[in-house]
């Protein structure tokens, strides 16, 4: 996933094990046989059927009759070490059912204990019928990296790790990878640096290799194809921090590879993320090719890191992401992408239905350029009741924003949802941060909660990446107060 210029992760894992939040949760009010959400919200945790977060990053999609299959790491808090590979799916992208663990943590060997385990990707070999996952492996200095694949005869698994993927009878050593499956069926394993292989029918070993060093200093890669010209899309070597990712295009994998430049308006970094796939929805009007990206926030990867995933812009050569789409969707059955609007009751920061406690600065629309609420003391917190079937909150990101908490509690005083948000960007940057699950009606109040904390890194040769503080911020309160059953059907 990132450069060799890794982490001291034993270490700094124990310096950042920061405070768990371990509130007990009821989640009967999330009901898990409806649609929680009405739209792909980027930035925002998302809630799986059983009320959980959506814990799949560095990941990889694939459509099976119907359903879009979801494949990608089961984060930790507390380590880097490889828990498991998730799966989860969904007929819209927005409402994802827990699948299982695709493939859990071996006995020994590359994904054994104390070992890294990343970038899973699945793609079903057209000859054999056979599903086969790949992942980048390697210890937790990151100085053995291998590709590694495991297959299985069902799409969900479990899948079964097969060792090492071989070229020349010698493991790939290289880290970040991606995979990409042509029109004609054909596997492809794709490398950082810009290195691409060619698989065998049945994708368990290497043909042949068909590109080499393409892109020095480029990770993260992802292929798709439009219109006879392959994209090649890729982030440059900051370790966990966010970059401008670029992207190439070529007539053939095999090249030549032209640079294009930045596929997101420069210094937005991505839109706050590092790519991970390109998902093509192809339907009977217009096909959507959704770029597929990772927000990390280190070291609260599991609690607190999210998606951002956004309809990218596609004609010859040119490929962007124009604006930042705060709620949006694709029509699974036309492949015609849409905006959707966040509706629901405003309630500015200084409203006074928000209850503020604790010490916190104040500005509104008359008498700053923006209106925010912002505290960095730990404990301080406010609340606001609602009545409704959805509630979202609008903050602003900094270099020196740190990390919150967001609890629901209903009129019974039970816990029905609690997350942590990670308020930190390299530049401010006003947007969504947490949008609920729909909910049965009641009564609930969400209380938001400085955790006094912000995520910091090192890489070996003694960098520091991250935030430089703990603010937290709020904006408005958008509450949906309709019927519970009114949200969209996509």
């Known amino acids: 996933m990132k450069e060799i210029t890794k982490l001291f992760l034993p270490m700094l894992m124990a310096l950042f094990n920061l405070i768990s939040c371990g509130t007990p ?33 560095g990941a990889g999609v694939i459509k099976e009759n119907g359903r879009y299959y979801l494949f990608g790491e089961k984060k930790s808090d507390t380590s880097n070490a490889f828990t498991g590979f998730n799966s989860y799916s969904s007929t819209d992208l927005f409402n994802w059912k827990f699948e299982g663990v695709a493939l859990k943590v071996q006995d020994s060997g590359r994904l054994g204990p104390d ?59 290289k880290w970040d990878m991606g995979t990409f499956q042509d029109s004609d069926g054909t596997g492809y394993v794709v490398m950082h640096g810009g290195d691409i292989y060619k698989l065998n029918e049945d994708f368990k070993s290497i043909s042949k290799q068909i590109l080499k060093d393409m892109c020095s200093g480029c990770e993260s890669p992802a292929i798709f194809k439009k219109d006879g010209i392959y994209f090649f899309l890729g982030s440059h070597l900051t370790s966990w921090e966010r970059n401008d990712n670029s992207y190439y295009t070529a007539t053939s994998l095999e090249g030549p590879w032209e640079e294009q430049g930045n596929f997101a308006p420069e210094a937005t970094l991505t839109w706050n993320s590092q790519t991970t796939f390109v998902l093509p929805i192809e339907g009977k009007r217009d096909t959507t090719y959704v770029f597929m990206g990772d927000r990390w926030a280190y070291p609260r990867q599991h609690s607190a890191a999210t998606y951002v995933w956004q309809p990218l812009t596609a004609s010859g050569a040119s490929l962007s992401i124009p604006e930042f789409l705060e709620a949006w969707k694709v029509n699974t059955t036309t492949g015609v992408a849409s905006e959707i609007e966040i509706e629901g009751e405003v309630i500015e920061n200084t409203d006074r239905r928000i209850t503020y406690s604790g010490e916190w600065e104040h500005s509104d629309k008359e008498n700053a350029q923006t209106s925010e609420s912002r505290s960095d003391v730990p404990g301080a917190s406010f609340s606001v009741s609602f009545v409704g079937s959805q509630i979202g909150l609008f903050g602003i990101s900094r270099p020196d924003s740190g ?65 430089n503080g703990d603010f937290v911020s709020v904006n408005k309160v958008v509450v949906r107060q309709d019927d519970p059953d009114a949200l969209e059907d996509n």
């Open 25 to 57: 949760v009821d989640r009967k009010s999330v009901d898990p046989e409806t649609d929680r959400y009405n739209a792909i919200y980027s930035g925002s945790p998302w809630i799986d059927d059983r009320g959980i977060e959506v814990s799949a990053h």
């Open 115 to 173: 070992r890294v385990g990343e970038r899973v990707k699945v793609m079903k070999s057209p000859a054999t019928g056979e599903y086969v996952m790949f992942m980048h492996t390697d210890d937790m200095g990151y100085y053995d990296p291998a590709v590694g694949y495991a297959t299985s005869d069902s799409i969900t698994g479990p899948y079964e790790f097969q060792g090492p993927l071989l070229f020349n009878g010698k493991p790939i050593r």
């Open 403 to 467: 990390y919150a908490e967001i609890i629901i509690e209903n009129d019974d005083g039970k816990v029905v949802l609690s997350s942590v948000i990670d308020m930190y960007s390299k530049y401010p940057h006003s947007s969504l941060k947490y949008i609920s699950p729909k909910l049965e009606k009641n009564n609930y109040v969400l209380t938001f909660s400085v955790i006094g904390a912000h995520g910091n890194w090192t890489d070996k040769a003694g960098t520091i990446f991250g935030s």
